[in-house]
């Protein structure tokens, strides 16, 4: 029984400092989406299997809880990302013909954690807007992720730029098993030069040129000259290239307080994404506080293939860096049953103060909050006074 009160590995309590800071940061998070005019929706933690892992790569299958439904036999899935169920309300609750703003925040749970100290049960956020193919969706999503960390108190954010297609359009008719494409795949994600030339043997000069390119595309704007002189013009890459530009421009001029980089190497989540994708950090983290862009496949198997691009973020990561604290000033109240003092802390109460009662032998308590008034007895009436 000593080690009954152990949890599982990467899986913690959160206790009451940071839980209030959580808190409010998720509160800021679902207001700055909602002034964007994103709604908010609360998918199940669990449902069929099939139906969380549509669209998603293999990935998100290995990083998925799976258990079997004792109602159907049928296997579940505890949800690892939010995004295929919400694509699912999308398409067969909401089945609306124009464009569809969603947001949404609850936990996710990991098989493994995503680093050394990362959690198995982060606490997801994200918005997702349906319906649109044109890139003003992708500006519109790009803005809501840096306004939402921008409005938590994130300081020094940086935006990084890539595109899904970059990849593709390069190894487009490349004849090539899975496994040693997934090694190409790694291989890029490492800047791996020496193990691309071994992969790439067979593939045309300019695949295999514009392969070793890639390893070095990394850095600001100048990196999009680079590309468009090294890489072949195809069209899936010429198309990418002139969108990684207007989206840089539009953050410069629309946030012109944020760094902006490119990684045209950048492969997470290569099997999601279908267009552009970006990453944004603060200042001193070298993990992403948000991932997102355009993945117009993930509503397929759903039967309604509509466009759409989004972000997430894990909100235990984000609170990390964000300058909230959260804690509420509040008036301290001795305890007692006389009419007058309970009326007087129901009137507060009503108005949206928090009142605390200091229970008999505990007035030396430290509280989650700021006592910064009292309620005293001031000939026979209780008023309220600055401490």
Known sequence: MTSAWLLPEH???VLPSEARRIEELRRTMLDAARVYGYELVMPPLLEHLES???????????????LVDQLSGRTL?????????????????????????????????????????GSREPLQFGAELYGHAGLEADLEVQDLALDSLR?????????????????????????????????????????????????????????RDGLQALTSLYGDIEVLDIAEAKLPPRPLIVAALSDLRRLAAHAAIAHPD?????????????AYYSGARFAVYGAGSSDSLVRGGRYDEVGAVFGRNRPAVGFSADLKEVVQRARLDGRRAAVRAPWGEETGLRAAVRALRAGGETVVCVLPGHEHDVQEFDCDREIVDEGGQWVVRAL
């Open 258 to 270: 944020v760094g902006v980089g490119f990684d045209l190497a950048d492969l997470s989540g290569y």
């Open 77 to 117: 899935g505890l949800r690892a990302d939010t995004t295929p169920q919400v694509a699912r309300i999308d398409a067969h609750l909401l089945n609306r013909n124009g464009v569809t703003r969603l947001c949404y925040c609850g936990p996710v749970a990991h098989t493994r954690p995503a680093g050394l100290h």
């Open 11 to 13: 899986i913690a309590d």
């Open 52 to 66: 969380l892992l549509s669209g998603t790569g293999h990935e998100l299958d290995l990083r998925t809880f799976k």
């Open 151 to 207: 409005a938590a108190g994130v300081p020094g954010l940086v935006l990084d730029l890539a595109d899904a297609r970059i990849v593709r359009g390069l190894l487009a008719g490349v004849a090539c098993d899975p496994v040693r494409l997934n090694e190409v795949y790694a291989a890029l994600a490492a800047k791996d030069g020496t193990a691309l030339q071994g992969l790439g043997s067979g593939f045309a000069v300019e695949v």
